[in-house]
């Protein structure tokens, strides 16, 4: 199990919104460090969709948006479509030990 | 336009080595660092290695320390992962990845351009 704590699935209807939260500790996000989110689709490399807690890439809709407080952080999605179903996985670091990169275990998100 | 090719996964046996590489182009090579994340069958995906942009920090995950060890050609544009002494629980798909942010001084950026990634499968 990651250190960065992630609900195994999420669901929702088209044209909803869904957050998916990503829970840390003193050592990662609640020590300041960003947290990034990815979506990986099956036989497709991941895709970075929030980083730096709350910043888009260019090329990604305004339907994902990031936040971050304390020890947590969401990914929200809105206005969910199809084409969104897949897994989301948040990444931080942590400087415990020598210091590691570290992803949370994915949420699977089912669009009903 | 950005592009992160890597090659030379395949089947490898146990205790066995193998030599990833990903060869970048479309952007200024050395001025970014890398990572080296994997995806085993039907898991998540796993931070595997990083190495920053002048090469001077190199992190590794506690499942890879030891038996695996990241560089980079910055002539060739290239990153590689050594595996060596590998284990059937080393198979997967694994990723190069590039910083989002050039000059980083840590390994805590965002990726935001990957490779295809290639197999690597552990078996006798």
């Known amino acids: 199990q990651s250190v960065l704590l992630q609900p195994p699935s999420v669901s929702g209807a088209p044209g909803q919104r869904v957050t998916i939260s990503c829970t840390g500790s003193s050592s990662n996000i609640d020590a300041g460090f960003d947290v990034h989110w990815y979506q990986k689709l099956p036989g497709t490399a991941p895709k970075l969709l929030i980083y730096?807690?709350?910043k888009r890439p260019s090329g990604v809709p305004d339907r994902f948006s990031g936040s971050k407080f304390g020890a947590s952080a969401s990914l929200a999605i809105s206005g969910l479509q199809a084409e969104d179903e897949g897994d989301y996985y948040c990444?931080?670091?942590?400087?415990?030990?020598?210091?590691?990169?570290?992803f949370g275990d994915g949420t699977k998100l089912t669009v009903l | 336009q950005v592009q992160l090719v890597e090659s030379g996964g395949g089947l490898v046996q146990p205790g066995g080595s193998l030599r990833l590489s990903c060869i970048a182009s479309g952007f200024p090579f050395g001025n970014f660092g890398f990572h080296w994340v994997r995806q085993a069958p039907g898991k998540g995906l796993e931070w595997v290695a990083f190495i920053q942009y002048d090469a001077k920090k190199k992190l590794y995950a506690d499942s890879v320390r030891g038996r695996f060890t990241i560089s980079r050609d910055n002539s060739k544009s290239a990153v590689y992962l050594q595996l060596n002494s590998v284990r059937p629980d080393d198979t997967a798909v694994y990723f190069c990845?590039?910083?989002?942010?050039?000059?980083?001084?840590?390994?805590?950026?965002?990726?935001?351009?990957w490779g295809q990634g290639t197999l690597v499968t552990v078996s006798s």
């Open positions: 990845a590039r910083d989002v942010e050039p000059f980083a001084m840590t390994a805590a950026e965002g990726c935001d351009y």
């Open positions: 990444k931080s670091y942590d400087n415990s030990r020598s210091g590691f990169v570290v």
């Open positions: 730096e807690n709350d």
